[in-house]
């Protein structure tokens, strides 16, 4: 079956603009997560959506927001990007019941900030 | 921040060596999780481990969740060209899905 789909896979924006990432999520699945990557920073949990209802957040600031569709799809959004936004995002999905921890990511959207 | 203490930081081996690399935490977890990502890739779920005490293999990879939740291991056994790649571990609560991840050890395989 299809894996996980994100797009875009690169993106370039200049400070305080604002981006909005999509995923689609292995047919099926209806928890949807998302992670920064950085260098620095590693993998950190930004936000988990299940059935269209955020159920986990992370600590990051509100300009990170997202939503979930009733297909199960996931948009998230930075507002007013900073430098230090640039990084890899990754979506991943799960069934989002039982063994959550077993996750399948997406090849990520790598955001560059100007 | 990282939660999760994960060594070695990087790992140049011979092809045919074994691995070893392990993770730690102040943090009792009830789930421990081994990824690994490869160039351009998101990261791949290796192990999973859900009992304190629980031994896994996969293929040539064997996992442990540690006695005192505190603690996972990963060996990798004989170890090839493509087992070139950064792997994480990964701790979970029970009921939440806000995992914590290490910050990955990189390994490169010399053949």
């Known amino acids: 079956k299809a894996g996980v789909t994100q797009t875009p896979r690169y993106l370039i924006k200049t400070r305080g603009q604002q981006v909005t990432l999509s995923c689609s999520p292995i047919s099926g699945h209806r928890s949807v997560s998302w992670y920064q990557q950085t260098p620095g920073q590693g993998l950190q949990f930004l936000f988990e959506y299940f059935s269209e209802t955020q159920r986990n957040k992370g600590n990051f600031p509100g300009r990170f927001s997202g939503r979930q569709f009733s297909n199960s799809r996931s948009e998230m959004n930075v507002s007013t990007l900073e430098l230090g936004d640039s990084a890899l995002y990754l979506c991943?999905?799960?069934?989002?019941?039982?063994?959550?921890?077993?996750?399948?990511f997406g090849e990520g959207s790598r955001l560059t900030v100007l | 921040g990282q939660q999760l203490n994960q060594s070695p930081q990087s790992m140049f081996i011979q092809e045919g060596e074994d691995v070893s690399m392990n993770c730690t935490s102040s943090s009792i977890f009830n789930t421990w999780l081994w990824y690994k990502q490869d160039p351009g890739e998101g990261p791949v779920l290796l192990i999973a481990?859900?009992?304190?005490?629980e031994l896994t293999s996969n293929g040539r990879l064997t996992a442990q969740f540690g006695i005192t939740r505190k603690d996972s291991f990963l060996n990798i056994s004989a170890s090839i060209p493509s087992d070139v790649g950064i792997y994480f571990c990964a701790g979970q609560l029970w009921g939440n899905n806000d995992m914590r991840f290490g910050a990955g050890t990189r390994l490169t395989v010399k053949p």
């Open positions: 481990l859900y009992k304190a005490g």
């Open positions: 991943a999905s799960s069934s989002g019941q039982g063994r959550t921890g077993e996750l399948f």
